[in-house]
């Protein structure tokens, strides 16, 4: 079990905690601290700054299969082919590639707010 006061961990059966000797009751034996986060909770912040450096990965992060009926997987494959193969033929084609990529990462942001956004995607 874990001190409600200053959250070490002692024996199950002690009645006083070990560091600082707060009287450990009955409840406090039951429930840890609330400093435990959710392990499986994802993390906002990161998804939408997975979806700005590897487009389409910030979706398939946040738990999407489809987005426009692509797996957001082969999304981050093309767009990388794309934006490689198309740095060597033009010269100033990065600008509207991250105009997209802003693009994408705001849709995911407003997205994990559990608002549509704006493109179609399904979990
Ligand atoms: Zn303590």
Redesign the pocket.
């Known amino acids: 079990m874990f ?1 409600p ?4 961990k002692n024996d199950d059966d002690g009645s006083y ?1 070990s ?4 009287k450990l009751s009955e409840a406090s034996k039951q429930t840890g601290p609330d400093l435990v986060l959710n392990v499986g909770q994802k993390n906002r912040i990161i998804a939408v700054i997975l979806n700005f450096i590897f487009p389409g990965i910030g979706y398939w992060y946040w738990g999407y299969k489809k987005v426009l009926g692509i797996n957001p997987i082969l999304i981050f494959i093309g767009w990388i082919l794309v934006t490689y193969f198309s740095n060597y033929l033009v010269f100033g084609l990065g600008l509207p590639f991250l105009a997209l990529d802003l693009f994408l990462t705001y849709d995911l942001y407003v997205k994990t707010e559990g608002k549509p956004g704006w493109l179609e995607a399904s979990k």
């Open positions: 001190c006061k200053c959250g070490a905690c560091s600082c000797g707060q």
